[in-house]
């Protein structure tokens, strides 16, 4: 049996079978990157709710794991060279597993380089940009009378959008075969019904994303992933 005792985490989280992957996470965006990632690869993972918070994610024992105080995070006890290793940013997780298990980030170079590079299209732009659009439209940010900042990432988010659904013409996935690329940017685009800012992004003058969205929760894995680990009632 593996020894986890050099995580503090697993103090507060004690895991109940510590030889599989331990998942510290929430169902947001980007919490669900990681589940439907473990769900794809057929992975063994055990879940531990870590909800946002302070008294979680700012807790000793979870920033012990990830000093950046945001989910998700690992702990894989049979990473690299056998050794346990703890890891956090939910890209780097993806990026991991995939090439832990060789599935999802395609067959070549060019293949891992184009996945690569959607995934950091999704954490360096869709990310960033559909979070704070969300705060302007769903969160405090809606009360702030200004309508600046939130035209500033309506307009973005449209670009962003825009840049997706001409990638998507004549495809089914964003970077070939279905990756760690349509798991990194789908939920993502889920957030915005949830924001209730799909019409201000013009979402349904976009077929190509629609359908792309329809067919990547239509998948076992993604819809037992899609609430991994479950939000409290």
């Known amino acids: 049996m593996s020894d986890l005792s050099n995580f503090p985490i697993t103090e507060r989280w004690s895991p109940t079978n510590p030889?599989?992957?331990?998942?510290?996470?929430?169902?947001?965006?980007?919490?669900?990157?990681?589940?439907?990632?473990?769900?794809?690869?057929?992975?063994?993972?055990?879940?531990?709710?870590?909800?946002?918070?302070?008294?979680?994610v700012k807790s000793p024992e979870f920033l012990s794991l990830n000093p950046n105080n945001k989910i998700p995070a690992i702990i894989d006890p049979n990473?690299?060279?056998?050794?346990?290793?703890g890891l956090w940013e939910s890209g780097a997780i993806l990026l991991y597993l995939a090439e832990k298990t060789g599935k999802l980030i395609g067959s070549t170079a060019a293949d891992k380089a184009v996945i690569t590079q959607w995934v950091m299209f999704q954490m360096g732009g869709v990310g960033p940009m559909l979070g704070q659009l969300g705060f302007f439209t769903k969160f405090a940010g809606k009360d702030i009378e200004d309508p600046r900042p939130r035209e500033r990432y309506q307009n973005e988010a449209k670009r962003l959008l825009a840049v997706l659904e001409k990638q998507l013409e004549g495809r089914d996935w964003i970077a070939g075969?279905?990756?760690?690329?349509?798991?990194?940017?789908?939920?993502?685009?889920?957030?915005?019904?949830?924001?209730?800012?799909?019409?201000?992004?013009?979402?349904?003058?976009h077929p190509n994303l629609v359908a792309w969205h329809k067919r990547f929760y239509a998948r076992p894995a993604v819809d037992k992933a899609k609430n991994i680990p479950p939000r409290p009632e």
């Open 177 to 205: 075969d279905f990756s760690i690329a349509d798991i990194a940017i789908v939920p993502w685009l889920n957030a915005l019904a949830y924001y209730g800012a799909q019409e201000a992004v013009g979402w349904t003058d």
């Open 79 to 85: 990473g690299p060279d056998g050794e346990a290793l």
């Open 19 to 56: 030889d599989v992957i331990q998942l510290y996470s929430f169902p947001t965006p980007n919490g669900v990157k990681v589940s439907i990632a473990l769900e794809e690869m057929g992975l063994d993972y055990e879940a531990h709710l870590v909800t946002l918070s302070d008294a979680d």
